[in-house]
C-alpha cells in the first residue's frame, strides 16, 4: 500500500476526512419579487439557469395571489412557474396572500393556505413533480404552542409538510437596496451591494455551522431561504461558487428533511419569524452566547433599501 493511502484510510478511521456538507436551496414569493421593475421573466430565466448551471435541486414556493391580475389569472404569469416545473423544480405552496400568521385569525388563514393551492398542484402534477410542501410567509409558524399545533394538525389533514428554514438572512434588504440602484442604473452600487451580499451569506453559512455544531455535535443538511428576486437572479452563480468553496453539496428538501435533526421539537414560541436552529437552540434553553455573532446587515444596505 502507498502511503498516501495509508495516511487517507487512517484519517478515514479517525473520521478526519469531513463528510460533505448538504445545503437545500428554497426560493420564497414565487413567481418573482420585482419592486416594479418589470423583469419577472428575466428574473425566473437566470434563477432556472443558476439552478440547471450547478446542479441545484431548488424548490420555489408559490403566492398563487401574484398570478392574477384584477381578479384574472394571468397567463404570462402562470409561464412562469411552467418555467420551474417543466425543468424539473418543485414548487409548494406560500399562501395566495401572504399573509401573517400571527396577524390573521385562524379560519382565514386556513383558507389563504387552501386558496393558495388552486392553480399549482395540476400544473406539477402533469409535469410528474410532487406538490407538498408549505412555507410560512415570514417564518410566522404561531405564537404559542396552541396557535402552532392548530396550523400544523390544519396542514397535516391536507397533506402539507412544513418546509422549515435554517439559514434566515436579510436578502430581501439587499434585494430591495439592489433593485434601487438597478433603477437609477447605477451599475458601481450595484456591485457593491452584490459583492457585499455574497461576503453576508458566506458569514451566515458560518454561523449556522456554528450552531449546528452546538446543538447536534455535527453538520446537519442546512436549509437557505431566498427570495425570487432580481439580486439572487444575478448573483446565484457567485452563491453557488461560495457554497462549493465552503464544502457543500446541494440536495432537494426531501433529501435534507431526512436527517433526524428535523424530528427535533420546537416547545418554544414568540412573535417571530427565526431559523429552526434558533427555534430548538431556544426550545434547548441554549445560554445567551449560543446567538452572538450573528451577522449584521450593513447600515447602508439598511437605508439603500428604503
Ligand atoms: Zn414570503
Not at 473520521?15 to 421573466?41: F, H, M, R, S, W
Not at 432580481?230 to 428533511?257: I, Q, S
Not at 417571530?272 to 452572538?292: M, N, Q, T
Request: hydrophobic share 40%; proline share 5%.
Amino acid at each position: 500500500m502507498n502511503k498516501v493511502l495509508a495516511l487517507l484510510l487512517s484519517l478515514t478511521a479517525l473520521g478526519a476526512i469531513a463528510q460533505p456538507k448538504q445545503l437545500c436551496v428554497t426560493v420564497d414569493d414565487l413567481p418573482t419579487v420585482e419592486y416594479g421593475e418589470g423583469n419577472q421573466k428575466e428574473i425566473t430565466q437566470k434563477l432556472v439557469a443558476h439552478f440547471q448551471k450547478y446542479n441545484i435541486p431548488a424548490i420555489g414556493f408559490v403566492n398563487e395571489g401574484k398570478l392574477y391580475e384584477s381578479g384574472k389569472l394571468k397567463a404570462e404569469r402562470v409561464a412562469l412557474l411552467h418555467q420551474w416545473l417543466d425543468n424539473g423544480y418543485e414548487l409548494g405552496n406560500h399562501t395566495y396572500g401572504h399573509p401573517s400568521y400571527h396577524q390573521t385569525p385562524f379560519s382565514s388563514y386556513s383558507k389563504d393556505v387552501l386558496k393558495g393551492a388552486v392553480v399549482t398542484p395540476p400544473l406539477s402534477k402533469k409535469a410528474g413533480l410532487p406538490w407538498r410542501y408549505f412555507r410560512h410567509p415570514f417564518l410566522h409558524i404561531g405564537q404559542n404552542q396552541a396557535r402552532y399545533d392548530s396550523l400544523s394538525s390544519f396542514l397535516t389533514q391536507h397533506n402539507f409538510i412544513e418546509a422549515p428554514v435554517t439559514i434566515d438572512n436579510d436578502d430581501y434588504l439587499f434585494a430591495k437596496a439592489y433593485s434601487n440602484a438597478h433603477k437609477k442604473n447605477d451599475k458601481a452600487q450595484m456591485q457593491r451591494i452584490g459583492s457585499d451580499y455574497v461576503k453576508y451569506m458566506e458569514a451566515k453559512v458560518f454561523f449556522y455551522e456554528q450552531a449546528s455544531d452546538k446543538l447536534f455535535n455535527r453538520q446537519i443538511p442546512q436549509v437557505l431561504l431566498i427570495h425570487a428576486n432580481l439580486l439572487n437572479a444575478d448573483y446565484l452563480d457567485d452563491l453557488a461558487e461560495m457554497y462549493k468553496r465552503n464544502g457543500y453539496t446541494f440536495v432537494d428538501l426531501h433529501t435534507a428533511l431526512r436527517d433526524k435533526a428535523y424530528l427535533e421539537k420546537i416547545t418554544k414560541f414568540g412573535n417571530y419569524g427565526i431559523s429552526w436552529i434558533d427555534r430548538w437552540a431556544l426550545s434547548r434553553s441554549v445560554p445567551k452566547e449560543f446567538f452572538a455573532n450573528d451577522p449584521e446587515t450593513p447600515a447602508y444596505i439598511v437605508n439603500a433599501a428604503k
